[in-house]
């Protein structure tokens, strides 16, 4: 695994250790950031199911201001502190040892607002659906803010979500990512639908 492009790029990262947590392929990660970027211009990312942190560390070497990483795994909390001292992030990068619902309860009361979230959880867990409505009714989104969500390729969540559309849909293998744009209410412009197919 390896920083693909920017400020840190060509910096090797460390998986972790056992067989629990499977890291996004540097293919994968290639097509994500064609897909939703591939640069920004500042901004906070939410790595809610960080394990490697590779999805919040290339967000940020690829110009986002600071990422926030989220995992209940100690021994992930420990690959991601090496991580972004490789990556040499220092003060851009956030770590919590926390399960993905209380750390957005936390970060709710600190009003804190991501311009970009990724969502890579355990492919058994189906609910980011419902992680994605938290964030939405917590007002924790920038307008047009960018959620991705890696996940089995077996389940395929909806095209359209209160207060989200469904931009892209992909498959790799038995690995999915399907890419939402967060809206307003007053944003959304009506007849805006798209339907996706493979």
Known sequence: MRVIAGEAKGRTLKAVPGMNTRPTTDKVKEAIFSMIGPYFDG??????????????????????????????????????RQNVETAKMGSAAEIYKNDAERALKALAKREQKF??????????????????????????????????????????????????DQLKHAKYGDIAVSIYQYYSDDSHQDGSESDVNE
């Open 43 to 80: 901004g906070i990312a939410l790595d809610l199911f960080a394990g490697t942190g590779g999805l919040g560390i290339e967000a940020w070497s690829r110009g986002i201001e600071r990422t926030v990483f989220v995992d209940r795994e100690r021994i992930s909390i420990d690959t991601i």
């Open 115 to 164: 311009r970009l979230v990724f969502l890579d959880p355990p492919y058994k867990m189906i609910t980011m659906d419902s992680l994605m409505m938290q964030l939405a009714q917590n007002q924790m989104l920038e307008s047009d803010a960018i959620i991705v969500v890696e996940h089995d390729a077996a389940h395929r969540y909806p095209e359209k979500l209160e207060y989200f």
